[in-house]
């Protein structure tokens, strides 16, 4: 087995159902249901899988999900489903919602130890992890300064560019080290104006969460997609998995086929706006590390995990690094990566060796 890279787990306990299977039935019956679900298997496989397609608008964007099933299963219970999965998770994450369970935390001027909703702590756990691999590319706390940048809930900033004084000063308010993950889910502030930002992960861990729900649904043929970034489960149409598109930045695409994996994409290009101070816009894409927007020429960056929450906060991280040391982060950890940079009006493709091992052979990830 190849590992692709250090993906964020948490260790789970193992259960082996075929040492108990054995202890109680012994291997006849085993024999016996292995045949069986062979002549089910192979009469199954002569049904075509049927095609269900739901979509709709959430988190400030659309979400579609595609499915492959050759079993019935009502299509609008589980859209209504998705649904509250979806109104659900943006009550937990959203930075934009004051009444989320993020927005409360974020206005709760109180440095002692606080309680969150057990999906938040296992997010902010994350990203203190991304924090740590990515040497602070990747960062939660620079939310005032997307605020500050006019590309956060303040609406007072849209139109305006900080004055320098401004971001030295806002950027002493940020800082992965000025918050505490404490046992028992709770979480702390060193001072009271510290803010998190989670949107360079909260979409793709909301992804996941619509792939756990297929998966008790027992649906195993599936692409799941949320503003672009996209999670593929099974074979595809065609068996070697659902065929994806990547952005190179301009509108530009390429394909590549999916099966169990995620990508996320990342850019410069989607958010942006003049700034008098620069010979370039400035992007929605803030480098924690000088409180600026990101000056290098990547305009796109797409990322492979297993999970979308891993590939969503690894394409922010490698967009923020850069072509240079987002390159050597992916080949230091073998990450599946794909960088798109415009320079003097020529678009420009590099990829790790990771993805031009399993791509370059036509293999689906």
Not at 53 to 72: D, M, N, Q, V, Y
Not at 101 to 110: I, R
Not at 240 to 261: A, C, P, Q
Not at 342 to 359: N, P, V, W
Request: net charge positive; charged share 25%.
């Amino acid at each position: 087995m190849v590992t692709l890279f250090n993906t964020y787990q948490h260790p789970k306990n193992r259960f082996d159902f075929w040492v108990l299977f054995r202890k109680f039935f012994g291997y006849g019956s085993i024999c016996f249901g292995v045949f069986s679900l062979a002549c089910c298997n192979q009469k199954s496989s002569q049904e075509k899988p049927n095609l269900t397609e739901l979509s709709g608008s959430a988190l400030g964007t659309t979400w579609s999900i595609k499915i492959l099933a050759r079993k019935e299963f009502d299509p609008e219970q589980l859209r209504e489903e998705i649904v509250q999965k979806l109104e659900q998770a943006e009550k937990i994450f959203s930075h934009w919602r004051p009444e989320s369970e993020l927005s409360l935390w974020n206005a709760n001027k109180s440095t002692t130890p606080l309680q969150v909703n057990p999906q938040l702590y296992e997010l902010v756990q994350h990203a203190q992890w991304m924090h740590r691999e990515t040497d602070g590319a990747f960062d939660p706390t620079i939310a005032p300064l997307v605020n500050l940048w006019g590309f956060g809930p303040t609406s007072g900033t849209r139109s305006t560019i900080p004055k320098d004084e401004e971001i030295a000063e806002i950027k002493k308010l940020t800082g992965m080290d000025n918050l505490e993950v404490l046992p028992k889910n709770r979480v702390r502030k060193k001072f009271s104006k510290l803010r998190l930002d989670l949107s360079g992960s909260a979409k793709g861990e909301i992804i996941d969460q619509i792939c756990q729900l297929l998966g008790r649904w027992a649906l195993q043929n599936y692409l799941v997609e949320i503003g672009g970034e996209v999670r593929a489960h099974g074979r595809g149409k065609k068996g070697k998995g659902w065929i994806v598109g990547l952005e190179r930045g301009e509108g530009e695409m390429v394909s590549v086929s999916l099966r169990n994996y995620a990508v996320a994409t990342s850019g410069t290009y989607r958010l942006k706006k003049p700034n008098p101070k620069s010979t370039r816009n400035a992007s929605h894409l803030l480098n924690p590390q000088t409180g600026y927007p990101v000056e290098h020429h990547l305009i796109a960056v797409n990322a492979f995990a297993p999970t979308a929450r891993d590939a969503d906060a690894w394409a922010t991280a490698l967009m923020v690094l850069g072509l240079k040391e987002g390159m050597k982060k992916a080949e230091e950890m073998d990450l599946v990566a794909r960088f798109c940079e415009l320079k003097d009006g020529i678009t420009c493709i590099y990829s790790s060796t990771a993805y031009q091992r399993l791509f370059s052979a036509k293999k689906s990830l």
